[in-house]
């Protein structure tokens, strides 16, 4: 079984910092293992408090459910059959900002949330910081 190294983790966050620089956008990085547990964390300069929870949020829904978090959105939105799912688990973070971290068996490993930006920007930032994953 495939593992999500520090060294990994620190891969990704330094993408996603790289791409919300580009995007001027100081956010909130989470990164967490497979087992839903912070691997590691970074807060931007100028990046709001407010958003560190959704970041770690992103993060959760996307191991959970092993896809991107907007797309848990399609299972939990009025009428769907999950209608009210984003209520579980403590809570579910279902819009952009949080994609899942693969190995290069397409085993999931992690994922990573960002917030602070808008939610396009924060999931163009997400998944640069997984695409680093595989570099």
Do not use: W
């Amino acid at each position: 079984m495939a593992q999500l190294s520090a060294e990994s983790a620190e891969r990704v966050i330094a993408a996603a910092r790289r791409k919300a620089g580009d995007l001027g956008a100081p956010v909130n990085i989470a990164v967490l293992d497979s087992g839903g547990h912070l691997k590691a964390f970074l807060r931007m300069d100028g990046a709001v408090l407010g958003s560190i929870e959704l970041a770690l949020g992103k993060a959760k829904t996307t191991v959970l459910f092993g896809l991107n978090s907007e797309a848990v959105f399609e299972y939990c939105k009025p009428g769907a059959p999950a209608y009210g799912l984003e209520n579980s688990n403590g809570g579910l973070v279902v819009f952009a900002g949080g994609c899942p971290l693969r190995s290069a068996q397409a085993e999931l490993i992690g994922a990573i949330g960002v917030s602070g930006g808008t939610v396009p920007q924060d999931g163009s930032i997400a998944e640069a910081g997984a695409a680093a994953l595989l570099t």
